[in-house]
């Protein structure tokens, strides 16, 4: 759930402007109430426990830039950037989260299934990340019928955070900056 910190803190940090946009995601009651957060330390779990499958028990979505992402990223992570996703119809996002689940977990033909849990992040995951979680909640509930509703995260502390502890792990990071495994 979004926890007052996490929306007192939009307010405080983004530049004018942006302020009512994120305030309208805070008071988004019903999509707010599906989101959570995912520790750092949870989330490395995930991607190191081989019964955890990527692309069908969860998909880690990087909202930074692409330039960002190249140099360094979670393992597994798909790159959909933040201006992109909060652009792009309903229907497109959708095909795109199937698709790269599809192709993360090895199964190229199935584009109708979202996995278990998405989790998205962007640098702190104050701003981009949580607003693009709560449009995606809006859209599952809107756009079409899921059958079984995934679980939306944010990873808490954002990409940062992660970095500080794994960016010296090749388990744990890919990219160009990334260390030799």
Same mark, same amino acid.
């Given at each position: 759930? @979004?926890s007052f910190?996490?929306c007192a ?10 302020q ?5 995601s ?5 999509a707010?109430?599906s &989101?959570?957060f995912?520790t750092?330390d949870?989330l490395a779990?995930?991607? @190191?426990d081989?019964a ?7 998909l @880690?979505? +990087?909202?930074?830039e692409? #330039?960002?992402?190249s140099?360094l990223?979670?393992r597994?992570a798909?790159?959909?950037p933040? /201006?992109?996703m909060?652009?792009?119809?309903a229907?497109?996002? &959708?095909?795109r989260?199937?698709?790269?689940s599809a192709?993360?977990?090895?199964? /190229?033909?199935d584009?109708?299934? &979202?996995p ?9 995951? &104050?701003?981009r990340g /949580?607003t693009?979680?709560?449009k995606? @909640?809006?859209i599952l509930?809107t756009?079409?019928s899921i059958? +079984?509703m995934p679980?939306i995260?944010?990873l808490d502390?954002g990409?940062?955070? #992660?970095a ?7 388990k744990l990071?890919?990219?160009?900056d990334a /260390?030799?495994?």
């Amino acid at each position: 759930m @979004i926890s007052f910190r996490h929306c007192a803190a939009w307010r405080l940090k983004r530049p004018e402007g942006t302020q009512k946009t994120l305030a309208r995601s805070c008071s988004l009651h019903s999509a707010a109430d599906s &989101l959570s957060f995912i520790t750092r330390d949870e989330l490395a779990k995930k991607v @190191i426990d081989p019964a955890q499958r990527c692309g069908l028990d969860y998909l @880690i979505v +990087d909202v930074r830039e692409p #330039w960002d992402y190249s140099r360094l990223h979670i393992r597994s992570a798909v790159n959909i950037p933040s /201006p992109l996703m909060l652009t792009m119809p309903a229907d497109a996002l &959708l095909d795109r989260l199937a698709g790269a689940s599809a192709r993360a977990s090895g199964k /190229p033909d199935d584009l109708t299934t &979202l996995p278990g849990q998405l989790i998205f992040h962007c640098t702190l995951s &104050l701003v981009r990340g /949580p607003t693009a979680a709560v449009k995606l @909640i809006e859209i599952l509930r809107t756009a079409r019928s899921i059958k +079984d509703m995934p679980d939306i995260s944010v990873l808490d502390g954002g990409f940062k955070s #992660w970095a500080k502890a794994y960016a010296n792990d090749s388990k744990l990071v890919e990219g160009s900056d990334a /260390p030799s495994a």
